[in-house]
């Protein structure tokens, strides 16, 4: 025989908690509590989608969709939790570059605090189209951990003949951590 019941807890959120203990118990033939088995485990936000198309740029999954000519599925950014209340957010996803031979492209991570305003901004390594065909380029990004991340703000860049970079201004995505 088994048995089986749901539990649902509720506690009071706190930014700065390292770790919940979740033990298993039983009542003894004394009528005392016995720990039969517990485990540690940091709490952990959700994860969020992110998704960005632009003429010959596109952020998102690894599939791609010859009709809709964009990638057919979203990237994911991760909450990474660490000690004391850090995060690294964590992007994985795929990006795409169609028509666009000799272009050079890069994500531009923003991370912002809970007022919205910028803490620092990090990118990822260069993605150069080697020709007009559609070419994916996979994405991995981590580079920041710290306190107070709030947002991050996802965007692509192409880089110009004069080597600087420049944000492609008709696409964007900020998602936001959820840990409340």
């Known amino acids: 025989m088994r048995d089986e019941w749901t539990v649902d807890i509720s506690t009071v959120p706190t930014a700065d908690m390292d770790n919940v203990r979740v033990a298993l118990e039983t009542k003894t033939a004394s009528h005392d509590w016995s720990i039969l ?7 952990q936000p959700p994860s969020d989608k992110v998704r960005l198309h632009s003429k010959g740029f596109d952020f998102g999954d690894d599939y791609f969709s010859d009709i809709t000519q964009e990638t057919s599925g979203s990237a994911t950014m991760y909450w990474n939790r660490g000690d004391h209340a850090t995060y690294t ?32 901004d990090k990118y990822g390594g260069p993605a150069c189209a080697a020709g007009n065909n559609l070419q994916a380029f996979n ?28 944000d492609i201004t008709d696409t964007s995505d900020t998602v936001y951590i959820d840990y409340y």
């Not at 795929?94 to 923003?110: E, I, N, P």
């Not at 994405?139 to 970079?165: C, E, F, H, K």
């Open 139 to 166: 994405v991995d990004l981590s580079p920041y951990t710290a306190t107070g991340i709030r947002s991050v703000t996802v965007r692509m860049q192409t880089q110009a003949s004069n080597g600087s970079w420049n």
């Open 37 to 43: 088995a517990s485990n540690y485990s940091p709490p």
């Open 89 to 120: 957010p964590r992007l994985i996803g795929t990006f795409w570059l169609k028509g666009v031979a000799g272009v050079c492209a890069r994500m531009h991570l923003t991370y912002n605090d809970d007022g919205g305003h910028k803490i620092i």
